[in-house]
């Protein structure tokens, strides 16, 4: 490894503030090398410098927040996984959970449970026993209300010859 891969490294994985000495330390590359490779790292917006004297850094970026709504104890929605999946029922004609999950490379049931929330919002919808995308105005409020059984709901009133009229 070279001493930048080594550093990057070491700032992946280090939370905590940091200086040249720290890094030094931890990672066996010599002092002026890391001093060398510290602007460059600034430039590149890997790290970000919070004190000047003595020069303090920390890494760029180190508290992702991801917003969403909880529907499960443990499911959060993300709304880039929701226009992800979105993407795909636009793509093909899909009639099953499993064929649309085996086309996003997740589980059924992360599956089931995105359909659940966006038909629930009036995003996704089932018209002639395949799932398609009726409008993305209200993916944002993704998770916000789950109403349980609505695909059972949805595959009964194609099975009469009937689908839901959404605003």
Request: proline residues 2%; positive net charge.
């Amino acid at each position: 490894m070279t001493d930048k891969e080594l550093i990057l490294n070491f700032i992946n994985q280090y939370d905590r503030p940091f200086n040249a000495e720290v890094i030094a330390q931890l990672t066996n590359v010599s002092r002026d090398a890391i001093e060398k490779l510290l602007p460059e790292l600034i430039q590149s917006q890997a790290i970000k410098l919070i004190e000047d004297s003595p020069p303090i850094y920390v890494r760029a970026n180190r508290f992702q927040a991801r917003i969403g709504y909880q529907h499960y104890r443990g499911w959060t929605f993300s709304i880039a996984d929701a226009h992800s999946l979105l993407d795909i029922l636009e793509q093909g004609r899909y009639k099953s959970i499993r064929e649309i999950a085996q086309a996003i490379g997740k589980s059924r049931q992360w599956v089931y449970i995105y359909l659940e929330a966006l038909a629930s919002i009036e995003v996704v919808d089932m018209r002639g026993f395949i799932y398609v995308v009726f409008s993305r105005q209200n993916v944002l409020k993704i998770g916000r209300k789950v109403q349980k059984g609505i695909l059972g709901q949805l595959r009964s009133l194609n099975k009469i010859g009937c689908y839901r009229l959404l605003s």
